[in-house]
């Protein structure tokens, strides 16, 4: 019912900048995606969630990644944009673009995987030293 696009990974020095960006689509009688999210998966580490976006307009930030990343949602396009800046070697990985549908009461808080049910292929994100 709902296909996610990633776009925009690549390789970067470090202190570099990234703009990835999410795309969904949905079958016609799907409505609109509301919850959005970017998770990444750090080589030897779990996976975490790194930012989200709501239809409201509402965004979360992991704390982690606070002060450099960004993140937007387009409604229009049903897109999610998550903005790199001051980027570090540490923050190589793959990141996935995660939606929930339908959704059933608001948005999910926090940053659990287990709360989206849709899931893009990943784009691969290196920062080099």
């Known amino acids: 019912q709902v296909q996610l696009e990633e776009s925009g990974g690549g390789s970067v020095e470090s202190g570099g900048s990234l703009r990835l960006s999410c795309a969904a689509s949905s079958s016609r009688q799907a409505g609109p995606i509301d919850c959005m999210a970017w998770f990444r998966q750090v080589p030897g580490k779990e996976s975490e969630g790194v930012a989200s976006?709501?239809?409201?307009?509402?965004?979360f930030i992991n704390n982690s990644v606070k002060g450099r990343f960004t993140v937007s949602m387009n409604n229009a396009k049903n897109t999610l944009y998550l903005e790199m800046a001051r980027l570090k070697p540490e923050d190589t990985g793959t990141y996935y673009c995660a939606a929930l549908y339908p959704r059933r009461g608001g948005c999910p808080r926090g940053f659990s995987r287990y709360d989206y049910n849709y899931w893009g292929q990943g784009t691969q994100i290196t920062v080099s030293s």
């Open positions: 976006g709501e239809r409201s307009g509402r965004t």
